[in-house]
């Protein structure tokens, strides 16, 4: 039975590709997500003199329910965790009931709370964080091809590592490395992300 070393496994890791989809998908998401509840705040805010924002507010609020179904299924997919989703029942008393289930559920507020204040920024953060490790380690990995390019020196890092190591072709072994460093870090950053979706958009 081969040993597997903890540092470079990730690399062989089924689970690490599927992260790495996951969290670039998640920011165009959550901007289409805060764009939509912001919108549809606005216009209840806006309307609610004339009684049309009431309505409005309850669409969004169903709406919130589409998008929690839908992170759900991604945070099963491509981060390996199941979401427990209870069925809704069926409310009785028409649509008095309708709006006291909606309005009465904990889980509506959460995920009103999630779309509005956490998800947009949390996102914004993990695409930017993992976007510059990928950016770092394929600009190490390709640096004897890119260095003929007038631009490269100009990089503060990569004439730094020029000066220290005085050799372009040491880059891709660096590469290696912080590649290595960059795939945990996703992994890291996907976790807290599965986390935070159990938290938020659990039952």
Known sequence: ????????????????????????????????????????????????????????????????????????????????????????????????????QLFGSALTWKSFVHYLVIKFPLDTVVWTISISFIAMTLDLLLAPALSQYWWFDDDDINRWLLDFFGDVYIFPFLGIIWGMLSLHVIRGLAWVCREINQAMLGE
């Open 1 to 100: 039975m081969k040993k597997r070393i903890p540092f470079f496994s990730v690399l062989g890791e089924k689970e690490t590709y599927l992260n790495i989809v996951y969290i670039l998908a998640a920011f165009p998401l959550s901007i289409i997500y805060f764009t939509l509840v912001v919108t549809g705040l606005s216009l209840s805010l806006g309307l609610l003199v004339i009684v049309a924002g009431f309505f409005i507010f309850i669409g969004t609020l169903l709406m919130l329910r589409g998008f929690r179904w839908m992170d759900v299924q991604l945070t099963r997919v491509f981060l390996t965790h199941t979401i427990e989703m209870k069925r809704d029942e069926k409310p009785s008393g028409g649509f008095s009931g309708f709006m006291s």
